[in-house]
Structure formats: C-alpha cells, structure tokens
C-alpha cells in the first residue's frame, strides 16, 4: 500500500492532467496547443495552459487567474474545494487503472497531445553561463551603494555561493529546482532582468541543521535586507522572484517540509496589495502540508514599503 507521499508523488506524476481536465468539461483547444503545452477552455470561461516539467510533474496555470496554477492535486482543490483527504479519494480511480469518466477530446476522434517536457538543451545553456560567473567576495558597489546592504552581510556564510557577478557587473542570484540550476535573476542600477531560456525556481540560502524557520520573500534582495535587520542566527531564506509560478508551490513545499515539526515558516512578503495577495497564495500552498507547519508573518511596519525600503530608511538615519 503506497503511503502517502507516494500516492501524491504519483498523482502529480502519472495521472494525465489534460485526460483529467477533459474529464472535467475543459475542451482543448488545438490551435493554442503546440508539443510542449496543451490550452484547454472551460465553458464556464476559464483558459488552462497544462506542461510537463522535466522531472515528470503534470503542472497547470490558469490564464485568468494568476493565483491558480500548480499540479493535479492543486487543479482538484481550487476546483472542488476537497480537503487533501478528498483529493486523494477522487484521484485513487485515475492511478493504476484506466479512468471512467467520458473524454470528450478522445470521443470526436482527436489525439491528445503527447507534451514532451522542456529541453535540457536550454538548461544547460543556463548552468554553463551560470558556472562561469564568479561568487561575490562580500563586496559589490550596486548591492551596497544603491541597496544598502552591508558587507557582513552579503559575505555572511548564511549567503555564501548564493550570490554572483557576471562579466557586467551584474549581481546574479541563481534559483534552484530539483535538477540543479534553472535560471537567475539580474540586478543592477537600473536593469532587473532573468536568464535567457532559464525558469524561475526558488533563490535559496544556505541551511544549518539547526534552523527553525524558513523566511519566504518577493525577491531575494528583500531576503537579504530582511537578514540585515532581524540578524537571525537560525533563519533560513528562500525568494520566489515575483508572483508564483506552476512550479514554484512544490518546490515552496519541499523546501518548508525540510524543517523540523517545531519551525516556523515567515511570510516576509511586501507590505501592499501585491503582497497581501502573494501571502494569501502562500498560505494556501502551505497549508496543503496540514496543521503542523506554524506560518507567521512579518511585514514593514509601514503600508506601502518592502524589507529593501526598510533597511535603505533606516541606513539613511543611522548616517544623519
């Protein structure tokens, strides 16, 4: 009998997400489709883009709702509003045996597309850039002319590896997935920008076995400002880079079912509607680990800042 992290593992691994959505009422639409993502529409008017990951996860986002996306077992609750128990039941039928509800797509005589996971030629392309840029030694003039993070601070062994610079100076924060590098953000005076044909992961922080919480921010700037001015010895820190992408709800599962039972993970999003909305959607995807993860949250005091506009504010005090 699987247990149950096994049966979600194959729920999200095995179970065809664009059979299930057929199942559902959506209809594919074949002109959208193309080999590596299926559109399907709903008559109810929503649009779903359904992949593959490379790591064989079925992953899902809605067009007219940036909140909805994730795997199979995220399609099923935002859809039916089933407790994790309740999905499970509803997907055991489609795992193991072949699935009896009517397939629309398949009853006109249409194939299903066989999407093939995205190319490891670009990832690779993205580790090559990415290897041959150089960790920062404690010091960079953006970082802490324009941002106001201390030196301590970036050559903190807490950050050690998790920050680069490349041939222009840029400082380069990898994000990370189950394989490995994914891509990276850029930031410099005036530039942000994302790797070329790289996927946004999570940009992580080093970890201690110690550690009793996990801080979740908007961007990885933001995590280190938050370090700058709590100065936890025990805190751990992943960024997201923006809103949430399909892949990015596991990816925050694992990293916060990797703490003990006792730790905490900090919501230390932005302190305005956009960060009212992504902690809401954070929450929703912890809590599908059940009650014991403590989720709290820390904001700035003041409407309107992020962690950076703290930290920069209290520099400026500190040099009146």
Request: proline share 5%.
């Given at each position: 009998m699987l247990d149950q992290r096994e049966e979600l593992e194959r729920f999200k691994r095995d179970i065809d997400l664009v059979r299930y959505a057929e199942a559902a009422g959506y209809e594919l639409d074949r002109?959208?489709?193309?080999?590596?993502?299926?559109?399907?529409?709903?008559?109810?008017?929503?649009?779903?883009?359904?992949?593959?990951?490379?790591?064989?996860?079925?992953?899902?986002?809605s067009v007219r709702d940036d909140q909805d996306h994730g795997t199979i077992i995220d399609f099923v609750q935002r859809r039916h509003g089933l407790s994790l128990g309740e999905v499970r039941k509803e997907l055991r039928p489609w795992i193991g045996s072949s699935p009896s509800p009517p397939l629309t797509t398949l009853a006109r005589g249409l194939a299903l597309p066989s999407l093939r996971p995205s190319p490891a030629k670009d990832r690779e392309q993205v580790r090559?850039?990415?290897?041959?840029?150089?960790?920062?030694?404690?010091?960079?003039?953006?970082?802490?002319?324009?941002?106001?993070?201390?030196?301590?601070?970036?050559?903190?062994?807490?950050?050690?590896?998790?920050?680069?610079?490349?041939?222009?100076?840029?400082?380069?924060?990898?994000?990370?997935?189950?394989?490995?590098?994914?891509?990276?953000?850029?930031?410099?005076?005036?530039?942000?920008?994302?790797?070329?044909?790289?996927?946004?992961?999570?940009w992580l922080s080093n970890t201690k076995p110690d550690d009793t919480a996990l801080v979740i921010t908007e961007s990885a700037i933001d995590a280190l400002s938050h370090f700058a001015i709590r100065r936890p010895t025990t805190y751990r820190y992943a960024s997201i880079a923006g809103a949430l992408n399909s892949t990015q709800p596991e990816l925050i599962r694992k990293a916060a079912a990797s703490l003990h039972e006792e730790s905490s993970i900090i919501l230390a999003t932005?302190?305005?509607?956009?960060?009212?909305?992504?902690?809401?959607?954070?929450?929703?995807?912890?809590?599908?680990?059940?009650?014991?993860?403590r989720i709290v949250e820390d904001l700035p005091t003041n409407r309107g800042l992020d962690w950076n506009d703290v930290l920069r504010a209290s520099s400026h005090r500190a040099g009146q």
């Open positions: 002109k959208a489709s193309s080999r590596s993502s299926a559109a399907l529409r709903h008559p109810s008017g929503d649009k779903i883009i359904i992949a593959r990951e490379e790591a064989g996860h079925w992953v899902y986002f090559g850039r990415f290897e041959a840029m150089q960790p920062i030694d404690s010091r960079h003039a953006y970082l802490e002319r324009a941002r106001g993070i201390p030196p301590e601070v970036l050559g903190d062994r807490r950050f050690e590896g998790s920050i680069r610079v490349d041939a222009r100076g840029n400082a380069v924060f990898p994000h990370w997935d189950e394989d490995g590098v994914c891509g990276y953000e850029l930031k410099n005076h005036g530039f942000t920008g994302f790797a070329s044909s790289g996927q946004k992961g999570l932005d302190n305005d509607p956009g960060g009212d909305k992504l902690a809401a959607a954070l929450r929703a995807v912890l809590e599908q680990l059940g009650p014991k993860i």
